[in-house]
């Protein structure tokens, strides 16, 4: 199937007289005949679904159809998008690992490995997404185990050369993870350039109404850790706590990972999406291929006029063809990123704040790739954890601003963008 048809169909195949839609499996537990056939399912020689903490069906169904999307052998959702990429992280990492990851990437996440990760003895190296093969091989260390980045980082909009960062990552017998956020699998798939584990926020366009809070995770199943097994002992060696295990031999490439994740991860943090947020989330994905392009074409006509708008300093938008990530967005992007610009007002931050309070149409809000379009500055919101140095080094300067156009007509949103400027 193509992807139009995958977001409406993938995941999910009613059988006759079943519901056309999702069920929504709105159960805590589930009921068996015997011990034996639940004992099954603990052992891990069945499948099926015993407590909803770990898996559910109505999640797997639309686990299933992102995992489609992306072109993975299996996934999982979280109660979030930072639940998806801490599991991601920490379903290889333990103690006294290591971690090298882009600096341009969301604030939550750079909090969550640089702040939280390290708490927990899992040490970090940030390294510019414009570094050289030898740069990034200078940060890699003899217990590092990933190699993390952002497509489209959220709110910098540098774009991620996932061919370079996968070659490092494999030289170095580490999978690449990519959270793939913002282009969503429609306009990138990450997988087919080179990386082991796709990572998104559902949260934003893939549900895309603002309606539930979500995460997944996806596996390319591609990445062989039998073959760097002295580095993933979780995966390569018995897991004790679960039956002695070891879950690469049982199940593969293909399954090692998620199922880990799963009955290890989910089992003892438990931050499992509720079916009835899988459910809108579904809703969301059936119409994805339709929204993104319109996302796009705002994002690109807004982006272009702040591109020529005398009050403006700069314009962060890789569609645009003076923009530093214009290359390699044509090359991993050819059908345009999203509907997402980043831009600098002349004069700072005080002039930031009078431009948003000024905005009639455009929301001011924590939130990013929605139908609706809202607009924040990060240093002041998302990523006022940082200090002046770290937002520097994201590419964030104070008086940022990052507008997220939704699916209106372009030249309201325009309209609206002129007469804020007008008013500063």
């Keep these: 199937m193509n992807k139009e048809t995958k977001c409406i169909l993938a995941g999910y195949t009613p059988k006759n007289g079943e ?32 407590y909803t903490r770990l898996q559910n069906p109505t999640n797997d169904y639309v686990a299933a159809k992102i995992a489609a999307l992306e072109g993975g ?51 970090v190296t940030f390294v510019s997404p414009d570094a050289t093969e030898e740069e990034l091989d200078k940060a890699f260390k003899e217990n590092t185990k990933a190699l993390f980045g952002e497509t489209i980082a959220n709110p910098a909009l540098t774009v991620l050369d996932i061919e370079k960062f996968a070659k490092v990552a494999h030289k170095h017998g580490v999978p690449l993870i990519v959270d793939n956020t913002f282009p969503t699998p429609i306009n990138c798939r990450p997988i087919e ?3 082991d584990i796709v990572t998104h926020s559902t949260t934003k366009y893939m549900d895309g109404h603002g309606a539930a809070v979500g995460g997944c995770i996806v596996d390319s199943g591609k990445f062989d850790w039998m073959a ?10 018995p897991d004790e706590s679960y039956h002695g295990i070891t879950y690469a031999t049982k199940f593969g490439n293909e399954g090692a990972f998620i ?9 003892d943090f ?19 291929h339709v929204r993104m392009p319109k996302h796009v074409e705002n994002g690109q006509a807004v982006a272009e006029f702040l591109n020529d708008h005398p009050k403006v300093l700069c ?39 009078s431009f948003m309070k000024s905005l009639k149409l455009i929301a001011i809000e924590t939130h990013v790739a929605d139908a609706r379009s809202c607009c924040l500055n990060p240093a002041t919101s998302t990523h006022r954890q940082l200090t002046d140095e770290q937002l520097k080094e994201a590419g964030i300067p104070a008086g940022l601003i990052r507008i997220s156009c939704g699916i209106e ?16």
Excluded at 27 to 39: L, R
Excluded at 228 to 237: S, Y
Aim: with cysteine; charged share 20%.
């Design 259 to 267: 199922t880990k994740c799963t009955a290890q991860l989910m089992r």
């Design 315 to 353: 314009v962060n938008y890789p569609g645009l063809k003076t923009d530093k990530y214009y290359k390699l967005a044509k090359k991993y992007l050819p059908n345009g990123g999203c509907g997402v610009v980043s831009f600098v007002i002349k004069g700072g931050r005080f002039e930031a704040e």
């Design 193 to 195: 350039w080179g990386a």
């Design 19 to 50: 519901p056309r839609q999702i069920p929504i499996i709105q159960s805590t537990t589930f009921k068996y005949d015997t011990s034996e056939d639940m004992g099954k399912l603990f052992d891990l020689e069945a499948s099926g679904y015993f």
């Design 270 to 288: 438990g931050s499992i999406q509720s079916p009835q947020n899988a459910f809108l989330l579904n809703l969301g994905l059936e119409s994805l």
């Design 409 to 424: 007509n372009k030249e309201d949103l325009i309209e609206d963008i002129k007469q804020a400027l007008e008013r500063i």
């Design 228 to 237: 760097h097994k002295e580095k993933f002992p979780g995966l390569c060696t």
């Design 73 to 123: 052998t299996a996934a999982m959702l979280t109660s979030s998008g930072q639940a998806a990429n801490f599991f991601a992280l920490f379903n290889i990492c333990e103690c006294g690992s290591h971690i090298v990851s882009s600096s341009s990437i969301y604030g939550g996440t750079f909090n969550l490995i640089a702040v939280t990760m390290k708490k927990m003895g899992i040490d």
